[in-house]
């Protein structure tokens, strides 16, 4: 693959939910090592389109390419290009989702010995790695019970990253956590985003998107209704809904 060719193109991607029409021809590409942050109001799709991308939602038609895998999304994927397709995308969830049973270095290690087959050793050496990059080598066996929110969803960061994923997908991931815990999971997405991971992050935190996003998505209705580089949508926003949806977060602070 080219390194200008998008690593994720959607194209006319919509969804429903029986009769309700959650995403609407939406059509995004995302450059490698860009990061895109998505806002919007409650309901807009935001959600739905990120989990569109790993194929979390099934879409009724469209095409989704992530990397060199492309699809057809009118009908259903062969259970091995699925599969393929959800390694190569990290997903961070609101909720941590990690296992209360395990300590740290399991929660990271298990996944690269079950998905990617290393052995102990080998998924213990990448964990260790990842603890430092996240600022917790000194957590590996705690477990996630003793850990803060913030702690957990930085440890959940590490758990994504230890399978190698080409893009890095982030669903409100500072929106359960006190301010200050969010800032430390922001301070480690800055940290990745200026290593040049490809992400795409659905946020309400507008300044983090001013500051880390090359390219803000406004999304309203199931429909992206603009788009632009950060700062200038955000100072200069063309739709009304637009304005009227960063004038609501702008009277919340
Ligand atoms: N599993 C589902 N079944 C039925 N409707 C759903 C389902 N998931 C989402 N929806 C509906 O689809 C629309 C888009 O939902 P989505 O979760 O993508 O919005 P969102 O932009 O992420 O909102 P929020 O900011 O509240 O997280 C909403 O109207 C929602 O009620
Ligand atoms: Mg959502």
Redesign the pocket.
Known sequence: MSETQPIVRLQDVNVS??T?H?VKNVSLEIARGEVVAIV??????????LRTINMLEHPSAGTLAVGDFRFALDHALPTEALLKLRRSTGMVFQSFNLFPHMTVQRNISLPQMRVLKRTKAEAELRTATLLERVHLADKAHSYPARLSGGQQQRIAIARALALDPQVMLFD?PTSALDPELGLEVLSVMRELAEDGMTMIV?THEIAFAAEVADRLVV?AN?EIIEEGSPKEVIRNPKSERTQRFFRAILDRH
Not at 40 to 49: D, H, I, M, Q, V
């Open positions: 939910y029986g309700y959650a919007g109001p409650s309901g807009a799709g935001k959600s739905t389109l409100e659905v999304m199931g």
